[in-house]
C-alpha cells in the first residue's frame, strides 16, 4: 500500500526498509532474536503469560504487561518453545528485585506455566484463567453432542441401508423444526456455548427439542452453565469455594467421565483458580496480544524471516 502511494515497487521498498531504512542490522538482540526476546523495563505488578504460533506450528511463549493494554510497552519477553526450563533460563536474565516486584501473573491450566511463574516471579500470585478452565467444561458438552451426533450419521446411514435393500425411497425423520436428527445435532453447536438468555427464538425450539430427545445432554449443558455462573458472578472467595464443592458433588451425581476431568483438573489447580477471585484477572490482554500477533502475521502473508518479525513485533508492542 505504500508502495502504491508513492510509486514505488513494493518488494523493492521492503528490501530497503530491511537493509537500509531500519536499524535491524544493528539491532542489539538480533544474534537471538529467533531464541528468545527479553524487554525488562516493561515489567509491571500484573502479568500475563501465554503460548502463540508464529509459523508452521512453531510455539512461542509470551509474557505481555496487562497494564499497557495491548500497546507499546505491552511485550515483556517472547521465547521459542513452551519448556519450562528454556523459558526460566531466560527470564532470569532479568535482575530478581524486578522479578520480585511483580505481584499477580495470570497463566492457562498448562503444568509447565505453571512452574514458569513460580520459578521466575515467586513474589507473584498465580492466576489460573477462568475462560480456560470454562472451555474446558463447554469442551465437554461438545463431546457428547458429537458422540450423539455420529450415533445419529450412522442410525441414517443403516436406514439408508434398508430402503436400498428393499427397493424403497429413503424418507428421513424430519422434527417440528425442519431438522433431521443429525442436523438438529450439527445446529446445536453454537447454542450450546450460550447461555439461554442469549439464545434466539429458533435457538431456543431447537434446544427445547434437543434436551427432550437427549436429556443427558441437557444435564451436561446444565452443569456447564453452572460452572460459568460461578465465575461470572460477583462471589467472594469463600463463597466460590463453596460453590465449587457443590459443583463437584453435581459432577459426582451425573457421571460424566469428561466432567470428572475436568473437576480433577480444578482441584489439581484449585488455589489458582480461587486466585481469580482475589482481582477477577484474566487471561483476556494474553489472549488479545496473540490476535494482533497473528494478524501482523496475516498483513505479513506469513512469516519467512522470522528474526525480522520479531524485530516489526518489538518496535510496535516493545
Known amino acids: 500500500m505504500i508502495g502504491d502511494l508513492f510509486g514505488v515497487d513494493g518488494k523493492q521498498l521492503q528490501a530497503q526498509y530491511y537493509v537500509h531504512l531500519s536499524d535491524f542490522s544493528t539491532w542489539n538482540q538480533k544474534d537471538h532474536a529467533a531464541d528468545w526476546l527479553l524487554f525488562p523495563q516493561n515489567i509491571g505488578p500484573y502479568l500475563s503469560m501465554d503460548e502463540t504460533s508464529l509459523s508452521q506450528g512453531e510455539l512461542y511463549t509470551i509474557i505481555t504487561n496487562k497494564e499497557a493494554k495491548g500497546k507499546k510497552g505491552a511485550l515483556v519477553a517472547i521465547v521459542k518453545g513452551t519448556v519450562s526450563k528454556t523459558v526460566i533460563a531466560v527470564l532470569q536474565r532479568v535482575l530478581e528485585k524486578t522479578r520480585n516486584s511483580v505481584e ?8 509447565t506455566m ?65 431438522d433431521t436428527h443429525k442436523q438438529l445435532l450439527a445446529r446445536s453447536r453454537y447454542l450450546l456455548f450460550k447461555s439461554p438468555e442469549k439464545w434466539t427464538p429458533t435457538q431456543r425450539h431447537r434446544a427445547e427439542i434437543l ?108
Not at 104 to 111: R, V, Y
Not at 123 to 146: G, N, P, T, W
Not at 258 to 275: A, E, G, P, Q, W
Not at 290 to 303: E, I, P, Y
Request: overall charge positive; glycine content about 2%.
Open 104 to 111: 499477580e501473573i495470570t497463566i492457562d491450566l498448562a503444568p
Open 114 to 178: 505453571e512452574l514458569i511463574a513460580k520459578r521466575s516471579f515467586p513474589k507473584a500470585v498465580i492466576v489460573s484463567d477462568r475462560f480456560h478452565v470454562q472451555k474446558l467444561a463447554a469442551d465437554a458438552v461438545q463431546e457428547l453432542r458429537i458422540k450423539y451426533r455420529w450415533e445419529a450419521i450412522d442410525q441414517e446411514n443403516a436406514e439408508r441401508e434398508v430402503a436400498k435393500q428393499t427397493d424403497s425411497i429413503f424418507k428421513p425423520n424430519i422434527l417440528e423444526n425442519g
Open 211 to 318: 434436551f427432550e430427545m437427549y436429556p443427558r445432554l441437557r444435564t451436561a449443558y446444565d452443569l456447564s452453565r453452572k460452572l460459568s455462573d460461578i465465575f461470572r458472578k460477583k462471589n467472594s472467595k469463600q463463597i466460590a469455594y463453596k460453590k465449587l464443592a457443590l459443583w463437584y458433588q453435581d459432577v459426582e451425581k451425573a457421571k460424566f467421565k469428561s466432567f470428572n476431568t475436568v473437576s480433577n483438573t480444578i482441584k489439581n489447580n484449585y488455589n489458582h483458580v480461587l486466585n481469580y477471585f482475589n482481582n477477577r484477572s484474566t487471561n483476556a490482554s494474553a489472549e488479545s496480544f496473540n490476535a494482533k500477533v497473528k494478524a501482523l502475521r496475516r498483513q505479513f502473508r506469513g512469516v519467512r524471516n522470522v528474526e525480522f518479525f520479531l524485530y516489526r513485533l518489538m518496535k510496535i508492542y516493545a
